[in-house]
């Protein structure tokens, strides 16, 4: 527990984050837990008030976070944070410089996410269950894999977020950006069978798109432990999470366009950098896409 001079800043700050920024629950929570943990930290360091640690108190508190075996990338996150909560206190006339500035995350690698294969795609989203819950589980994954979703922005999805004349779906993604997907023939089926028994699984006026059998939204909990049963059930030999669907797309999509800009506005990411980490073509391709492309490479006839 946090002595109250370090906790009314930081539950400041998250009213902030929710209020102004609109951030979701979820990154909110995220927050709240690391600078809690950081706030720890520096309260066993004899310091009681953020205003008063200076770039070496937080150096060393980093040198502590790293102690705790933390993965890189998570130390990073934890001090993104503590330099966006003093840039809050700067503004907010707290302080007069900002001293997390000049921390420096350790280095990371960049672990490339791994994608399934067509081939077994295809076996997972053939689905033969009929049942009301079987064609919500398969609407869901089909759309995942349709339009490249993250996990909140379809537990998010209402009835009047999807136009099934224009196979088109509005989404809410980070930052309460909004954005409009395709989704395909496939998608589209399974969508229409599902919606067709919806109502078999909520109350009359329900909003949500998917709904779990207690008739309201379905939490993202749920949808994760479905995907758990579809892979065993479908015989997919990998752990089976929506990110792996969400990259899949991204990936199958920058395999056959080539365009990395369109699939950063479909996944809807901020910067392109991310998207080029996100997404990878294998060697090979490569090779192929630059073999058939560059002048120097092409043989002569």
């Known amino acids: 527990m946090l002595p109250d001079s370090l906790a009314r800043p930081v539950a400041a700050y998250l009213h902030y984050l929710a209020s102004e920024r609109r951030y979701s629950p979820a990154t909110i929570e995220g927050y709240q837990r690391s600078l809690n943990q950081q706030g720890e930290i520096l309260t066993k360091m004899g310091i009681s008030d953020w205003c008063k640690a200076e770039l070496a ?25 503590l330099r966006s909560f003093y840039q809050y206190l700067l503004e907010q006339g707290k302080m007069s410089a900002n001293p ?21 795609l295809t076996q997972l989203l053939n689905i033969d269950d009929e049942t009301p819950l079987g064609r919500r589980d398969s609407a869901m994954m089909e759309l995942f894999y349709a339009s490249g979703l993250r996990l909140a922005e379809l537990v ?40 067709s028994v ?28 479905r995907l758990t049963v579809w892979a065993k059930r479908q015989h997919i030999g990998s752990h089976l999470n929506p990110h792996k669907l969400r990259h899949s797309f991204a990936t199958h999509m920058l395999e056959s366009s080539g365009d990395l800009r369109v ?11 991310t998207t080029q980490i996100y997404t ?9 896409v630059y073999d058939a492309a560059h002048p120097r490479a092409k043989r002569s006839k």
């Open 263 to 273: 699939v950063q506005e479909l996944l809807g990411h901020a910067n392109l950098s």
């Open 57 to 81: 108190d937080l150096r060393q508190l980093a040198m502590r976070l790293n102690r705790q075996k933390l993965k890189a990338s998570s130390i990073a996150n934890k001090l993104s944070a």
């Open 198 to 225: 919806r109502g078999q699984l909520c109350q009359p006026g329900e909003q949500a798109l998917f709904v779990s059998v207690r008739q309201q939204r379905i939490t993202t909990r749920a949808v994760q432990q």
């Open 156 to 195: 998010s999805l209402d009835v009047k977020d999807i136009d099934l004349k224009r196979r088109e779906l509005k989404v809410t993604g980070k930052g309460r950006k909004q954005r409009l997907l395709p989704f395909g023939q496939k998608a589209l089926l399974a969508l229409q069978r599902w919606l």
């Open 280 to 288: 990878h073509l294998d060697f090979q391709h490569l090779a192929k």
């Open 100 to 120: 997390a500035r000049g921390l420096i995350a350790p280095k990371q690698g960049r672990p490339l996410p791994k994608n399934l294969d067509i081939d077994t």
